[in-house]
């Protein structure tokens, strides 16, 4: 799951029989190790609680090692103590990593979390 998110940094025939390089393989692996998941690097995603989900996606998207993260809605389906783990991972990946994260949320204690919030209402940014 995690390795997909490699797939278009690879050639063509690579991508579609998914044989992947090592040095692949030790990304994912690393990105699993950042979102706390290094443990599950060969369990199913479909098999982990919704969480554990959450954090494979943004292991996904950490494997390309990218300068900002774009989360819709990343607590939505989440239970609280589930909801606060994501939220912290994304702190950490900010402060530790240095990640820009982008975050849409319609609920305000999420917004809440963030160090800066942008309200926009009919397409427009309102005070």
């Known amino acids: 799951n995690v390795l997909s998110g490699r797939l278009g940094y690879a050639p063509t025939l690579t991508s579609l029989l998914h044989l992947f390089s090592g040095a692949d393989q030790a990304r ?3 990105s699993l190790d950042q979102v706390g998941l290094a443990d599950k690097a060969h369990v199913r995603a479909d ?3 919704g969480g554990q989900q959450q954090r494979v996606a943004i292991a996904r998207a950490l494997v390309t090692d990218p300068t900002l993260i774009a ?3 990343p607590t939505g389906d989440l ?3 589930s909801a606060g783990d994501i939220l912290d991972l994304m ?3 900010n402060r530790e ?3 820009t994260i982008i975050m849409v949320t319609h609920d305000q204690n999420i917004a809440d979390y ?3 919030t942008i309200r926009i209402s009919d397409g427009r940014i309102v005070p």
Do not use: P, Q, T
């Open 28 to 30: 994912a692996i690393a």
């Open 114 to 116: 963030s160090r800066r």
């Open 47 to 49: 098999s982990l609680s």
């Open 79 to 81: 239970d609280r103590v």
């Open 97 to 99: 990593s240095g990640k």
């Open 71 to 73: 989360a819709d809605e």
């Open 91 to 93: 702190d950490r990946l």
